[in-house]
């Protein structure tokens, strides 16, 4: 199996550039993204163009790593078809710049079950927060049921092929590949995520990024 890792870097990111290269514990995000996928495969990085060479800068000397151009306008479905049209056949490890924190464990899971020949794998966390349901004046209504919740993360797995269909059937203008498989029909395998991750909202979260990061 080729095994190859994407990472969009869309045009929403042009506004707020710091959330990709601004130095955080010494390295930025893309570079320490990259370098925890080029552990595992080769990296395409597919970014809007105005932003391209900035990427071919911050990830220079990483070996195994691929900058490609997003068409126009670059969004974020346009950044995956352009990594695609550069990876070709093979399984995809699609990342997502919000995660910089990749757990080793979940990407063995999640790579294992692509060679396994899964098409498309969700790493999820169970719920553990109580979840309510609060109508219209703001009181809360119900406790929900949480035991069937889950959280997904990053990354996620495809057979390059099935992702390629999720994009042609669902556009790239705003292409969302985990509504895009769950009202596919395309068979899904969930493997464990990591609760010591999550999702940050750079540059405003860098300083707690930087504490985790310190902590780990």
Do not use: N
């Not at 893309?30 to 996928?37: K, S």
């Not at 056949?89 to 063995?108: E, F, K, N, Q, R």
């Not at 996620?156 to 790239?172: C, I, M, N, Q």
Request: net charge negative; hydrophobic share 50%.
């Amino acid at each position: 199996m080729t095994l190859t890792a994407l990472v969009p870097v869309p045009v929403e990111l042009q506004r707020r550039p710091d959330a990709v290269f601004a130095p955080i514990a010494g390295q930025s995000v893309l570079a320490r993204i990259v370098h925890t996928l080029a552990s595992v495969a080769d990296v395409v990085v597919a970014v809007v163009e105005p932003l391209a060479p900035k990427a071919a800068e911050a990830l220079a000397g990483i070996p195994a790593v691929r900058v490609v151009t997003a068409a126009s306008p670059g969004r974020r479905g346009q950044c995956i078809a352009a990594g695609l049209q550069d990876i070709g056949d093979g399984s995809v490890l699609l990342h997502d710049i919000a995660w910089p924190l990749i757990s080793a464990d979940t990407l063995g899971r999640v790579t294992a079950a692509l060679r396994d020949g899964a098409g498309a794998v969700l790493p999820a966390c169970a719920v553990t927060d109580s979840i309510k349901d609060v109508d219209t004046s703001g009181a809360v209504a119900a406790t929900l049921d949480r035991s069937a919740l889950r959280t997904v993360q990053y990354p996620r797995g495809f057979d390059a092929a099935v992702l390629a269909r999720l994009l042609d059937t669902a556009g790239a203008d705003d292409f969302d590949e985990l509504g895009a498989v769950l009202t596919s029909g395309s068979a899904v395998t969930v493997v464990d995520g990591d609760t010591t991750t999550s999702r940050f909202e750079l540059p405003d979260d860098a300083d707690y990024l930087a504490a985790v990061i310190a902590s780990g």
